[in-house]
């Protein structure tokens, strides 16, 4: 499985930006799918999951209001809408794909729940 993620960029304060992620390679359907994030010095942390079964999403506190994550089934495809960004959501952007039936969408925000990840894309929010 390979998963692609774009849309990253630069962008000021109180702006937004649309991440997506692309899935190939894929003979059956995820789990669920998420999207962590890592800054320069900091340890990689999750921002957001969904459930491939029924949409189900999860949000870490910092993000949580500002961003939303959605799923095209059809089209395999994970999109990050993030608003109102901040300096502090300055990272390098994974997608990451689930293999792994868990009960409850909470349990995806850990990253050993996800198989697969793809290379990043570069978030900077410039004051």
């Known amino acids: 499985v390979q998963l692609q993620a774009s849309g990253g960029g630069v962008v000021q304060v109180g702006g937004s930006l649309r991440l997506s992620c692309s899935s190939s390679?894929?003979?059956?359907?995820?789990?669920?799918m998420g999207w962590f994030r890592q800054a320069p010095g900091k340890e990689r942390e999750f921002v957001a999951a969904?459930?491939?079964?029924?949409?189900?999403?999860t949000y870490s506190d910092s993000v949580d209001g500002r961003f939303a994550i959605a799923k095209d089934s059809a089209k395999n495809t994970v999109s990050l809408e993030m608003n109102n960004l901040k300096p502090e959501d300055s990272a390098t952007y994974y997608c990451?794909?689930?293999?792994?039936?868990?009960?409850?969408?909470?349990?995806?925000?850990?990253?050993?729940?996800?198989?697969?990840w793809g290379q990043g894309t570069q978030v900077t929010v410039s004051s």
């Open positions: 990451a794909s689930s293999s792994t039936y868990l009960p409850n969408v909470a349990y995806y925000t850990t990253e050993r729940m996800y198989e697969y």
């Open positions: 390679g894929r003979t059956g359907r995820p789990t669920a």
């Open positions: 969904i459930t491939w079964s029924g949409g189900y999403s």
